[in-house]
């Protein structure tokens, strides 16, 4: 499995990374999507309901969904600091999953534990 460090640099390779400042909104629930991101500096907030449910750092990607059918955000993602981020669109995801194969076991991996925390933490939140 690739650690941040492995993952960081991969989106390092990426063109055009995108800089957003601290409180800057980089998506909202239910716009349309169609890459995922990766933070190569700085930590990002994703929010449901308005309620910060985790916080991601270099090394994470996020908005996965939309390259796996998910259409429209299903949640909405802030800058908690300055960020550098990446993107892939579909075209570049399978490009880097197949230069690097456990890229995909990576993103999966992350997506699925994603899910998991924030599950719990809405369970939490409506209790």
Known sequence: MLNAVQTISIFQKQPNPKVVSAGQVIFEVGEPGDCMYGIIQGSVDI???????????????????ALVG????????????????????EQRFL?????TPLFALQVMKNYSERLTRVERSLSGLRK
């Open 95 to 99: 490009f880097v999953v197949q230069e």
């Open 47 to 65: 929010l449901v309901d308005g309620k910060v449910v985790e916080t991601i750092s270099a090394g994470e990607v996020f908005a996965i969904g």
């Open 70 to 89: 998910v259409k429209n955000r299903t949640y909405t993602a802030i800058a908690k600091t300055d960020c550098q981020l990446a993107f892939l669109d």
